[in-house]
């Protein structure tokens, strides 16, 4: 359903909750708007004036007439990744004139029925990134957003407005992984216009493992032609296409990494379909101190073995730190560098086997087939080696890091095949001491990498974009918004480190700086930015600087003192790990000493209740008096309810109290407030 939200405070009678919220602020001199980031203590939330966060992530930024509209997949309503039985949030719009000051728009179409519930929850791979452009020849507003519930990998609507609502099209056809069963097969994905009219769609093509296409699109927007082009590229995402000065930009996520800080790179071209040009790429594979130093690259074999059935996989391997998590692969009964079993030994933070874990893949042709993460007893440190041995006999399949046996493993797909190791662009490992043993104790290969690498099969060097960030200012980019004026917005999601709950992922938002070459200058990642809108307003400062925090549970409760005669206040919370028992919200009288005291209004909020977003939940009080508390608990013995809060003080006639015994006794935090209406 599309909604429009009017805003307007929580009805407060006197003083608003803790104190005035700070006064509007104009906007600054010369018709600019400064975008905040965040500040000293880390990246804060972007709220809708007196409302709740801006749930929209993995999006673009686009400007229609005279609005900015910001897109996005919503997770609120507690969608997770992979967890099956977590709902399909849909797709939100935001709308803005200063690009500081959010409305929320609603939702683009109903995905709460029963058929986008089928192709997009927790049980599926999942439906992201909407991308909108407005065809001037139809007067429609197109939008794609990416499933994987079609082998094509998308599906097509439009709309007479921006905002929708959007009925769905037919299912386009593409140059690329057309008419074939659904699985993971293209991925991200980015609309373009140029300034001819003619729409190109940029696209990941996961079964070449992560290569980019560049097609264009017919004349409606709403499917390709079939002319294509290919970066030739490996292990990237989320392409961001944009013209500037006669140049033609392609961004990339590099390298692809599903809710991770990742790298930031880019192409240039002449032409919409290419060809496009990086930077010169190092060879993957090299030998390092007589060992096997693996940089991206994906997977190398070796040359002998498509026939080997039973054997012992013996090798030591070292993952490398890259970015947030480090991990070594290896494959084993492959039949080609795409269809076989891969197993991946590290510490990425999956939930509930964050420290060390045996990631489990099973792959054809490219797309995943089985996926299975088992915790390892032991924690798996970067720059740690570790003696990993692995045997497969029939069916079964075992597993041991230093003698200890981590997995044991039941699979019919694959009889017989090649071994080989596996990283993907931005990971990095070193291996050593390789063997393969068979059943009788033949040796059918040994390589301690003392000499060279003729044994193997080793990845083709690949081109490489021009790096702009090794770690995209903390998260993974997601757009390019060619704004006017010559302002070019980067955009990152900032996701919560692979976390369930990745509604509480921040944005990331910085103006490109070019050279006189029109090469791209690294980003800065700086906490806020003053940029050029063409309509001067106001703007509040009074949802600004807040960060989210979730320890709400148990014992822990929280408050906040207020100011005021009260008709009702709301709260800003949000949920994360499924709490098993209701919030209770409280409004109560302050005593002397300035504690929680009488309870003059409260509400039990069951969980289902409770978005995974910041959002507010209200409480009616019509309270006289001059001095209260908003409280806030629960007695959840898992999850928690989280708080929005800012050290800054914002409310100056107010302040934030902490009791780790259930409000039996509290503690002032000095400066520190919750985010109350």
């Not at 001819?196 to 264009?216: C, M, N, S």
Request: charged letters at 20%.
């Amino acid at each position: 359903m599309n909604r429009r939200r009017i805003f307007a405070l929580v009805a407060v009678i006197g003083v608003l909750a803790a104190g005035a919220l700070p006064s509007a602020a104009s906007a600054r001199p010369g018709g600019t708007t400064t975008i905040i980031n965040g500040d000293a203590s880390g990246p804060t939330v972007r709220f809708v004036p007196g409302g709740d966060a801006v749930d929209a992530h993995d999006g673009e930024i686009q400007k229609f007439g005279s609005r900015y509209y910001l897109y996005g997949t919503s997770y609120g309503c507690g969608y997770e990744w992979n967890r099956p039985g977590t709902p399909f949030c849909g797709f939100k719009s935001y709308s803005s004139t200063d690009l500081r000051n959010w409305t929320d728009d609603g939702f683009l179409f109903d995905g709460t029925t029963a058929a986008w519930q089928q192709r997009c929850n927790g049980s599926t791979y999942g439906c992201y990134r909407p991308h909108v452009l407005h065809n001037a020849a139809t007067g429609k507003y197109v939008l794609w957003i990416n499933s994987y519930d079609v082998g094509v990998g998308y599906h097509v609507f439009t709309a007479s407005s921006p905002t929708g609502p959007f009925t769905e099209q037919a299912v386009p056809k593409l140059a690329v992984n057309n008419d074939i069963p659904p699985g993971v097969n293209n991925g991200d994905h980015d609309l373009f216009r140029d300034d001819d009219g003619t729409a190109y769609l940029a696209y990941t093509d996961w079964r070449a493992g992560g290569d980019i296409i560049v097609e264009k699109l017919d004349a409606s927007y709403r499917t390709g032609t079939g002319q294509h082009v290919r970066l030739g590229v490996r292990s990237t995402e989320a392409p961001s296409m944009f013209k500037r000065d006669g140049s033609y930009y392609l961004t990339l996520s590099d390298p692809n990494c599903g809710y991770c800080t990742t790298g930031t790179s880019y192409f240039r071209a002449t032409s919409p379909l290419g060809p496009w040009q990086g930077s010169t790429a190092d060879a993957p594979w090299r030998l390092q101190n007589q060992a096997l130093a693996v940089n991206g690259g994906g997977v190398g074999l070796s040359k002998t073995g498509a026939g080997w059935q039973d054997y012992d996989l013996s090798f030591r391997a070292t993952p490398v730190q890259t970015g947030s998590y480090g991990q070594a692969g290896w494959t084993f009964r492959a039949t080609s560098t795409t269809t076989g079993y891969v197993w991946l030994l590290g510490n990425y933070p999956h939930p509930g086997a964050e420290g060390g874990n045996l990631t489990k893949v099973v792959y054809r042709d490219g797309s995943i087939q089985r996926l299975e993460t088992v915790k390892t007893p032991m924690p798996i440190v970067s720059g740690q080696s570790y003696q990993v041995r692995t045997q497969v006999s029939g069916s079964t399949i075992r597993t041991w890091v230093d003698g200890v046996l981590v997995d044991t493993t039941t699979d019919t797909t694959y009889p017989t095949g090649r071994i080989g190791f596996r990283e993907n662009d931005g990971e990095g490992a070193l291996f050593d001491d390789v063997r393969v043993t068979a059943p009788d104790g033949a040796v059918l290969l040994a390589d301690d990498f003392s000499g060279d690498l003729s044994a193997w099969a080793t990845p083709p060097t690949t081109p490489r974009g021009e790096k702009i960030s090794t770690n995209s200012c903390g998260g993974q980019p997601a757009d390019v918004a060619a704004l006017p004026g010559g302002t070019y917005l980067y955009q990152s999601d900032l996701w919560n480190s692979g976390a369930a709950n990745e509604a509480l992922a921040k944005h990331h938002w910085e103006p490109l700086r070019f050279r006189a070459d029109g090469s791209i200058e690294p980003l800065e990642c700086g906490k806020r930015y003053d940029l050029t809108v063409p309509k001067r307003r106001a703007v509040s400062t009074g949802d600004e600087g807040f960060h989210t925090y979730c320890d709400i549970a148990g014992s822990i409760a929280r408050a906040q003192t207020l100011t005021g005669a009260l008709k009702s206040v709301s709260y800003t919370t949000f949920q994360s790990g499924h709490p098993n028992a209701p919030l209770t919200l409280e409004v109560t009288r302050l005593t002397s000493a300035g504690l929680p005291g009488e309870v003059v209004a409260s509400r039990v909020v069951q969980p289902s209740e409770v978005s995974w977003s910041p959002s507010r939940i209200t409480l009616p009080v019509n309270a006289q008096g001059e001095r209260f508390a908003v409280v806030v608990k629960s007695t959840a013995t898992s999850g928690c309810y989280g708080l929005a809060y800012n050290d800054a003080n914002p409310y100056a006639a107010g302040t934030a109290l902490y009791s780790d015994n259930s409000g039996a006794t509290w503690r002032a935090e000095s400066s520190r407030d919750l985010r109350v209406n």
